[in-house]
Each structure stands twice: as C-alpha cells, then as structure tokens.
C-alpha cells in the first residue's frame, strides 16, 4: 500500500478502515514514513478527542444540582478521583509518545517482529475505538468505564512499543530525553509581567531540568565569565532581560540584524509604541541594543567603513552564558547541546529547529496542548511541512516568524503550498508574522484580514507571491507591510490606503493602469499621516509612472525613500521592445532643446526626507519631479544601477548629504573635485564597479572617510 494513499486516510471516516484493514492483513513491515505521517497523526487526533471529552464530562460533574442526595455525591466524587486519574494517565501516554517519536528517527526500519506487531496492535485499537465511538450515547458512568477501558488498553499498547523500542538497537540517553517527562518531577514558581495589555509568563525560579552537557560545563569552569554576563544580566531592567533573552536561540557567531530582533520584540509585546507620536518602535529597540553594547552583551557589526550597523553578534562566550540565563528562567527549552526545542510546555515558546535527531516541525503537533503556545520561531528549518489543522488550536499565538532571519537569500525555505495559511484564521491574538523568503506562497487567504492585532507582516522573497487580498485595510493596527522582491504582483489593492497606522510600507507597486482602476494609486498613500518609510517598485516600461510619482511632493512625513526601476510582470502581453528605448527617454531625460518645450518655473517643494535610495533608474539625468524638491534635510544618497551620467540637482547643483553609495553606474563620469562640489558636507563615500569616476582617493574596499 502507498505512503500517498495511507494519507489521505483518516479514522474519522467509515470507508477507510478496510484499506487500513487490508494493510494490516499484508505481511509489509511498518515503514517510520507510515508510522510518523499518518498513524502517529490521526492516532493524536483520536487521543486529542477522548481528552476533551474527559474534561467536558468533569466540568458536566462537577455542575450537579446542589439537591442531589449524599449517595450521588459520594459518587461524583468518586468519579472526579477518577477523572484526576485519567488526566494523569494521559499525561504518562504524551510523554512516552513523544519518547516513541525521538527514537522512530533513530532507526531507517523496522527490524524486530515485536515492534512490528505492537505497532499493529496500536492501529488495531485506533480502528476499534473510531468505530466504537460511533454508537450510541452512554450515561456518565459508562462514559467513564468506557474512558478507563479505552486508555487502560492504550496505555499497555503505547507501554509495549516503548519497550520494544527501548530493548532495540542502542539509543542515546541524551538526545532522546523528553524535556517535558523532566519538567513534570520539578515545581517551578512562575510570575506574571502584564506588557501592554498581554500578559507575559517568565519563570523566577527553575530547578535544573536535565544534565548539563559539556559545554555548560565548560562555561561553569569559567565562573568568571559567567558571572561577569550574571551581572549584567542582572543590572537590567524587566523589558531588557526579556528582550536579551531572545538572543538565545540564534547559531553560534550568527550575524544577526536589528530589525529581525525589533519584529520579534513587537510581537512578544516588550516594544509597542503605537498611538504614540514622534517615537518609533526602532527609536526604542536601538536604545536597546545601546545598553546592551554599553554592557558587552553584544557587539555591532559594520560592513565596510560604515558609520553605523544594522546587525550585531554575540561572542561565543557570552551566547553559552545567555542560554544558561535563558534555561534558568524557562524562556525557551533546550536540548544538552543548547539547541532551542518545539517543547513549549513551560515558555510558551516554540522554536523550529533542524538537528541529526530530526526535524520539529514533525514534532510540534505531538503536543496535545498546542492552545498555550504563544510565540513560534523558525531557527533553521528550511522545508515547513505544515498541515492547516495543526495551528487551528493556537489561538493565543502573538509571533510567528516562519521566515528566514538571515539576511542571504540562499536560505529559501520552502512549503507545500498556501494551505497551511488558512489555520491562522484564529489566531487573534497575532502581532507578529513573517514569511520572509518563504517560496510557493502564491496567495493570502482572505481570513488573514480579521488578524486584528497585526502590527508587522512580512512577506519579503515570497517570490511567489501574485497579490494580496481586497480586505487588508481591515489590518487597522498594521504598522509595518514588507513586499519587497514580490515580483509577480503587478497592482496594490485599494485597501491600502486605509492602513492608517501604517509607518513603513515596502514594496509598493506603481504598474500599468488597469481598466476600471479598482487599485491603489501612489498619491492615495499621501493620507497617511503615520507613515515614515517607503519603498516603491516601478514598471519602467508605463507612461503613467512619471505622473504617479509627481505625486510624492505631498508625502509631507515622509523620511526614507526607496524607489526601484524595472519590467513588472504581466501575463496579459508581451512587451514591446522597440518603442522601449523611445520611452524611457521620453519619460526620465530633460529635453536638450529649450525651443522643443519650455521649461515653466515650479516652486520648490520642501520634503523632510533623510534617505533616498534610487535603484536602476533608466534615465541619464536627474528626472524632473526630484529636481523641484527642496531636500535640506538630506543626509544619505545611494544610487545603485541604471544609466545617470550625472548628477547635478537643483539650482545650486549640489547636495547637503553627508553619505554617498555609488554602485553599478557605468555611465556616470565625473572627478574627485567635481565629485566634492556635488557633496560640500560628505563625510563618507562608497564606490563599487563605477569605472569613469577618477581620481577617487578611496581604499582598496572602495571606500573614503573623512578624517576626524
């Protein structure tokens, strides 16, 4: 029989018991594929539905009529002892359950007959007990007999497989040691910190869950190592502790960007500065990653000569004391090697983690209690096997960060279709959800647009990705909207425009006007009063992109500019090469003949931009629209790709900026003193593949900085 058939099998269904049947009767050894996708899968589910109807009969008990007769009380207490006892039974199953899936990847197949038969007699229960729960209803007590039955037999099965297991082929102690079996044989004092209206659990005091490996050992042997980041640790305040914490579950020498641990920070409630005015949440999280400089928590990473990082890193030293601090206050778990786990009994907090013992995301939905997880970190997993009904059960969910954190894009996770989006429809309580260079996304579910609570989505790399949905401006609480690289969407839709709390939107598409123009237009983001960062992809082959981005003389907010020239994907026609010459001179380049068109003077518009950044703009001049801005406020100009040949802006033909990245211009053509009279104020310069700049005293990294 077929992996593919077993999967589409479920014991929910009447039918498919007689292939399973026929399964059973053929004398194929059970595969761990088999074992793993599809029995171990519906037997939880099968287990999932006898504990809820466990704790619906003890709140049904424990709601009896107050005239009920003494005899009937001495029976409802007997039945909660037994409903206690069930419970605890339960809880023995999920840990030899999770026993038996740690030691399944160990072995490639089954090599003993009794492992073999005993996992048969556990698929011969499952059946039973389907077909047994379709008749008829029982009183309490025959429920309660039936319960007992049922789990006393699950329990000797799921017990002989366990020790069929064990009794096989050697298993490492270590690596197959169930963290939550540990954690039920400590008590553990847990207080409550109440962040912006979410409640937040760390735990003040944990007794050690399991042997320290030898790494830990080593870092004990340098006490004063440990202690050092002890008191450091120590010295700061509630909200830094949580958010250093975060710093755990990253590799060893990982090169890690401010702005993935913002996003995080945002979910987990420990930054939230919406409704407030002038200060963002980056504001708040670099005052953050200050402290922790100051403090030789962690150290910035420059690229290049730069004056400033957007990444930081954790010495070897200080990560293995952060996972001890981390281990200690139950933020994640860990395995003796210090990987972070799935296992979300005591942090709420589940990472997704590749090890040799196997993947967790196989293992995530072993937890029968998958409603306390509250946040969901993707480390290192690169194929997301997901099923949708895995995450129905999460709704207290805050931050999903399913994407990649690295900043390479070699690192492309993959799933196997949009389906598994259609379980976060539950999940009101998301702050957080990344998806960055998640591939084979091709649509969001309309249901993604009741997420209430949504300050940061990000779909950067979702290569994919063809549009988003009509409803998005319900996201009324949506801060921050990443689009960049989505190349095959060619129109925003006009819910946009309603993203009132909206601060940084990446990826905007200005594209060919459609009929109708049921879309979002440029100048309908300029209501938008919030919004300080914008990113815009623009088809350079439309004649209606020049008049589109006149209008960003009314973004009187805005501080950051990004804008991108390319072809925009369009599955209607093929382009037309030979007129595309023609129009983009048309578009980008000032006549050269004054008699041809007048200038007409236009004052100039005052904008507070700080950054523009200008990608692959196809004209050889400064285009028209960003020649009539008044830009005193200017600190940062990068020019990457295209075809300027100069640079001259303005009256006075120069800039006020004080950063300059030039990369990728072959046309460009000036000298080091022509190139000082564009930039009086420079400070920094950065040159890459621009071979007609001469005579630029930079270093052998392309590089030159202004002496102190």
Not at 410 to 417: F, T, Y
Not at 516 to 538: M, P, Q, T
Not at 592 to 598: F, H, S, V
Request: aromatic fraction near 10%; glycine fraction near 4%; charged fraction near 25%.
């Amino acid at each position: 029989m077929s992996t593919r058939a077993l999967v589409t099998t479920s014991f929910e269904s009447p039918y498919v018991s007689l292939d399973l049947l026929s399964y059973l009767k053929s004398r194929q050894v059970t595969s761990f594929q088999i074992f793993n996708e599809v029995i171990m899968p519906d037997f939880l589910h099968q287990m999932s539905e006898l504990k809820q109807l466990v704790e619906g009969s003890s709140s049904s008990g424990s709601s009896g009529s107050s005239s009920s007769s003494s005899t009937a009380n001495n029976g409802d207490d007997t039945i909660v002892e037994e409903d206690s006892y069930l419970q605890m039974m339960f809880e023995e199953i999920q840990n030899d359950l999770i026993y038996i899936k740690k030691a399944c990847v160990k072995f490639k197949q089954w090599e003993e007959d009794q492992v073999n038969v005993s996992m048969k007699g556990l698929v011969f229960r499952a059946l039973d007990d389907a077909f047994k729960q379709r008749t008829g209803s029982r009183d309490r007590r025959e429920e309660t007999s039936y319960i007992r039955d049922k789990l006393v037999k699950t329990h000797h099965l799921v017990s002989m497989l366990k020790k069929s297991l064990h009794s096989s082929p050697p298993l490492s102690s270590g690596n197959l040691k169930s963290q939550s079996l540990q954690r039920a044989k400590h008590s553990m004092i847990r207080w409550e910190l109440n962040l912006h209206g979410r409640s937040v659990y760390l735990p003040t005091k944990l007794q050690e869950i399991e042997a320290e490996s030898s790494t830990f050992k080593a870092i004990e042997a340098e006490s004063s190592t440990f202690k050092e980041i002890e008191a450091a640790y120590n010295g700061l305040d509630v909200t830094l502790k949580l958010c250093f914490l975060c710093f755990s579950v990253f590799p060893e020498n990982a090169v890690i960007k401010k702005k993935v641990l913002v996003h995080w920070w945002v979910g987990e409630g420990f930054i939230d500065t919406l409704g407030t005015s002038g200060k963002t949440a980056e504001d708040t999280a670099n005052q953050f990653f200050n402290d922790f400089i100051e403090k030789g928590l962690i150290k910035p990473v420059y690229k290049k000569r730069r004056p400033s990082a957007d990444s930081c890193s954790m010495e070897p030293s200080v990560r293995y004391a952060t996972i001890k601090l981390a281990k200690r206050a139950g933020f994640f778990s860990f395995d003796s090697n210090g990987n972070p786990t799935e296992d979300f009994t005591c942090s709420r907090r589940a990472c997704l983690v590749k090890t040799e013992e196997g993947s967790s995301v196989h293992e995530l939905p072993y937890r029968l209690e998958q409603e306390k997880v509250q946040s969901i970190i993707n480390v290192n997993e690169l194929n997301l096997d997901f099923r949708p009904e895995w995450f129905s059960k999460m709704k207290y969910v805050a931050v999903l960060q399913l994407g990649r954190w690295e900043s390479s894009a070699k690192h492309l996770i993959q799933v196997e279709d949009s389906e598994f989006l259609k379980g976060l429809k539950n999940m009101r309580h998301l702050r957080y959800l990344s998806l960055r260079g998640v591939s084979r996304i091709t649509e969001l579910p309309a249901s993604i647009c009741k997420l209430s609570n949504l300050r940061i989505l990000n779909l950067n790399g979702c290569v994919d990705l063809e549009q988003l949905p009509q409803g998005i401006g319900s996201l009324k609480n949506l801060t921050h909207l990443d689009m960049y690289e989505c190349y095959l969407i060619s129109h925003m839709p006009k819910g946009l425009a309603l993203l009132s709390q909206l601060r940084v939107l990446k990826g905007f598409v200005i594209g060919e006007p459609r009929p109708g123009g049921n879309y979002c237009k440029l100048a309908d983001l300029s209501g938008l009063e919030n919004l300080r960062k914008l990113s815009i992809h623009v088809d350079k082959t439309s004649d209606a992109a020049k008049r589109e981005l006149f209008s960003l003389a009314e973004f009187k907010k805005l501080q950051s500019l990004s804008i991108s020239w390319s072809r925009l994907y369009d599955t209607r026609a093929k382009f037309k090469l030979r007129s595309l010459s023609i129009s983009w001179s048309r578009l980008y380049d000032t006549p050269k003949n004054p008699l041809m068109m007048a200038p007409v003077p236009v004052p100039l518009v005052k904008l507070p931009l700080v950054k523009l950044n200008l990608h692959y703009f196809p004209g050889s001049n400064i285009p028209d629209w960003l020649m009539r801005w008044e830009l005193n406020n200017l600190k940062k100009l990068y020019i990457r790709g295209g075809s300027l040949s100069n640079l001259c802006h303005g009256k006075e033909d120069n800039w006020a900026v004080k950063m300059v990245r030039l990369k990728f211009l072959e046309k460009l053509q000036m000298d080091w003193r022509k190139l000082q009279e564009l930039f009086p104020s420079l400070t920094y310069l950065e040159i890459d593949k621009c071979p007609k700049l001469s005579f630029i005293p930079c270093d052998e990294n392309g590089v030159w900085k202004k002496a102190d």
